[in-house]
Nanobody, 115 residues
């Protein structure tokens, strides 16, 4: 079964940027539709963006124009470029298949936006 390891999170100031990475192993990365998800404190995990194997992308409204999802099939890695970050973006970010994620989620990477 495919496995995911997220990285790149950290503490960033309001309006700053981060680039998250997600290394995948154990599956056929190039054919998967993949997504980024996030879970803020006290809230349920939610979908943020996804990318098809043909690199078509979709975003939740509140990140459109600020976040960019991309993939490198040769490196079996998924990325999320996040710009103009605000306090509501503070969350643990995860990657997984989309729209049907596998059950073994990674540990995620924490993003904290400070004011």
């Amino acid at each position: 079964q495919v496995q995911f390891v997220e990285s790149g999170g950290g503490v960033v100031q309001f309006g700053g940027s981060l680039r998250l990475s997600c290394a995948a192993s154990g599956g056929i990365f190039s054919i998967y539709r993949l997504g980024w998800y996030r879970q803020a404190p006290g809230k349920q995990r939610e979908w943020v963006a996804d990318i098809t194997n043909e690199r078509r992308t979709n975003y939740v409204d509140f990140v459109k124009g600020r976040f960019t999802i991309s993939r490198d099939n040769a490196k079996t890695t998924l990325y999320l470029q996040m710009n103009s970050l605000n306090s509501e973006d503070t969350a643990v970010y995860y990657c997984n298949r989309y729209p049907n994620p596998v059950s073994n989620w990674g540990r995620g990477t924490q993003v904290t936006v400070s004011s």
